[in-house]
Structure formats: structure tokens, C-alpha cells
């Protein structure tokens, strides 16, 4: 499977380089656009929960990492509150 990274800007201004076991980010999130932190968060949940069970598929168990990045974009998003996330670049 292709594997990419998305990197991003919080509201606050850190970068994030994102983790995807799949190219599948690129049909739910846009290089330039910004996302309320709420909308990038459901957005990267599903495209990342597709992205794992796409390895589950042909692999036979989920992508640990996807869910991992998950995780990591939800607790730091918990942080943030309010405003947007922008998406800067896709890296493959």
C-alpha cells in the first residue's frame, strides 16, 4: 500500500507531519484549504478509518499506526479549541 504523509498548521501555529497508510487523505482533505479544527478531525477519522481497513483487507488485521495518528490528532485537536486547521502539504 502507498503510504503518505499530510503535514498541517493548528490554530496555535505548530506544523504536524500525519501519518496515512494510504493515499485516501487525498479524497477528503485539500493542499491549501482550511478545515474548522471539528470538520478536520471527523475528516481525518474517516479517511484514516478507510486508510486501516484497507490493510485490514489485505493484511488481515488494521493499521495500528492509522489509529495511533488518530488518536494523536484528536487528543492535540482537544487542545486547540477553536479555528483551523490548515492542510499545507501531501507528501508520498
Known amino acids: 500500500m502507498p503510504e503518505m504523509r499530510f503535514h498541517i498548521r493548528w490554530p496555535d501555529?505548530?506544523?504536524?507531519a500525519c501519518y496515512s497508510p494510504s493515499l485516501i487523505i487525498k479524497d477528503h482533505l485539500a493542499v491549501g484549504q482550511d478545515y474548522p479544527v471539528a470538520d478536520f478531525v471527523?475528516?481525518?477519522r474517516l479517511a484514516l478509518g478507510i486508510a486501516s481497513e484497507r490493510v485490514r483487507s489485505q493484511y488481515g488485521f488494521p493499521c495500528g499506526r492509522a489509529q495511533a495518528q488518530i488518536d494523536r490528532i484528536e487528543e492535540t485537536a482537544r487542545r486547540?479549541?477553536?479555528?483551523?486547521?490548515?492542510?499545507?502539504s501531501f507528501e508520498e
Do not use: N
Request: proline share 0%; net charge negative.
Open 42 to 44: 471527523a475528516l481525518s
Open 80 to 88: 486547540q479549541g477553536a479555528g483551523t486547521v490548515y492542510v499545507e
Open 13 to 16: 501555529g505548530t506544523r504536524d
